[in-house]
């Protein structure tokens, strides 16, 4: 497995797809996810969202100082990215990719597949003061950073 350079929170918001190398064999497939081998920051936090309902979109929030990895492991979603200037749409809907998502992004979560899971690496705990609720907040913090 090749290694990755450990990354800070981008303060403007930046989105990759990262490409996650399974161990396969007769058996079937493994993907180990290990900091600076294919995560780019320390993993503090994993949670993982599941019966979704297909009618009900999530997130609407941003973060500010976050980096976090998103990985479709079951059935499909559309995750939406806004940095503030860009929009971006990525349809996730295999285990072999992992959406990294760094500091101030605006993020939803649509059109989830009824048996999806979704696995989220994050580099810091659980913080609520974090969170950005409010679209208007985000897009004038998103305006200021990138003055
Ligand atoms: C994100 C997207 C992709 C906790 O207590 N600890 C946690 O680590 C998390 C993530 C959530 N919670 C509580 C807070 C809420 O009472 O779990 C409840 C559901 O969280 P939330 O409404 O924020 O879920 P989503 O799906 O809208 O957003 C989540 C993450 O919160 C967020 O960081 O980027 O998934």
Known sequence: MCSVNLLQPDPMGSVSLLQ????????GSLIALETSKNVP???KRVY???????????????HQHLQQL????KG???????????????WLDSPEQGLFLSGLLWREMHDFSADCVLLI??????????????????????????A
């Not at 996650?20 to 058996?27: E, Y």
């Open 20 to 27: 996650l190398d399974p161990m396969g064999d007769d058996r």
């Open 121 to 146: 690496l994050t580099d810091q705990l659980y913080d609520p003061n974090d969170y950005v609720r409010d679209y208007e907040q985000f897009l004038s913090m998103a305006k200021q950073r990138n």
């Open 76 to 90: 499909a979603c559309r995750f939406i990215t806004d940095d503030g200037s860009e929009k971006q749409e990525h």
């Open 41 to 43: 920051f320390n993993i």
């Open 48 to 62: 993982y969202i599941y019966d979704t309902r297909t009618d009900i979109a999530r997130g609407f929030h941003a």
């Open 70 to 73: 998103v990985i479709c492991l």
